[in-house]
């Protein structure tokens, strides 16, 4: 088997790979699926395969898993026994393998990430041909051990190393290794931006292998945690249960302002994506802003509870495909529509628009509130910047303090989020800046050099 055997088929913003490999004789099997089944069945269909076995790992915290999808079209779910699925399956433990005519799948159970969780090693006769290691061993990384519960955090992660040192390290050194998580998956602990590896890059390079001894790979791999999104918590049992199979994805519906009104009475929550620009010319008053990229579903996860319904405003250009995708992979389905029309619609029926102000680097002014992650804070901010990650800031916005305030990020749309945070709850005095600390850096170098 070579590497063209097994392709690589990322979701970008939530920072996973799943795979898919071809078993010769016209089959093919997909490791960790993610919901949306076209892009397997399209490639297997290009290769002129079929998928006919959807491996699991484990269960899934950060996306739906799309072995059901994949069953509907005739594949047979594998998974971990003791992950204890609700809809039919194979179930392995440690050991079993699996024939695939030529080519076996062996269960190695690696606990850690998760308790139930289980490597695949693709073996042609004895020899090992690829690991894959959902997540557990990773890119220049492991996966955290914190999403199942507070309490059982420590002794996953000593599981982990176990798991490592005495199943994983074993295997060849020129193993190559195909994790599920990677750079952007917030199941992860400092991956590196490469997808896959080998069993001796990782002995020689990983920095969290290269710990003495448990307590100290512990205390680092603990140190390491950042937060994560609240429906994280959510997703494992609705995996075990078993996801709703849609075969068809359903197209996003057009409401009148009428009947947007009435959804937004009842509770439903108002999701501008369009982008940022666009938001704070004008938008519906007490809308939150989340722009249609890569990351919209773990934004939309980290800010809207799953059991609200979500209208959406939606830009003329924008992919109504991708939107519904995006909330689906993460277990959003109570999509009510986008509004017709948009936010013009709104202004023609006699509503008024809100707005927030874009500010450049020069134009900031009072507190300056940085709403990135904690570990990006720390690699570098403006000075004087006080930092509340967006996904704290639904809980702490009282920690800010009265007076104008001025939102940044990266680039703009975590800001732009934040700010729409502020203004739902009352703030008047919010204002975004457009770009990042290394544009304020530039413009501060630039007023001294022209002084």
Known sequence: MSAADIVTVLDEGLGNS???VDLGDGAALVVDPGRDARPYVAEAERRGLRVVIAAET?????????????????????????ARLEHPHHGLTDGDALDLGGLSLEAVATPGHTP???????????RPLALFSGGSLLTGAVARTDLVSPERTEALARALWQSIQQRLLSLPDDLPVYPTHGAGSFCSVAPSGERATTIGRERSTNPLLAAPGEDEFVARLLAGFGSFPPYFLELRELNRMGPLVYGQFP???????????????AGAVAVDVRPVEAFAAGHLPGSLSIPLRPQFGSWLGWLVGRDHGIVFVVGEDQDRDELVRQCLTIGYERLCGEVAGGADAWRLAGMSLATVPLVVPDGASGTLVDVRQSAEFGRGHVPGAINLELGDLLEHAWR???????????????????????????RTDVSVLVGGPADVAATRRHRLRTR
């Open 58 to 82: 484990h269960l899934h915290a950060d996306f739906v898993s799309g072995s059901r999808e994949l069953a509907a079209l005739g594949a047979r779910v594998v998974a971990a026994r003791a």
């Open 400 to 426: 800010l303090p009265p007076g104008p305030l001025t939102v940044m990020c990266g680039h703009g749309e975590r800001a732009m989020s934040a700010a729409s945070v502020l203004a739902a709850r009352g």
């Open 18 to 20: 799943s795979y898919l």
């Open 251 to 265: 197209a996003l519906s057009v409401i009148g302002v009428d009947s947007v009104q009435r959804l937004l009475a």
């Open 116 to 126: 139930e969780h289980v490597a695949y090693l693709l073996r042609d006769g004895g």
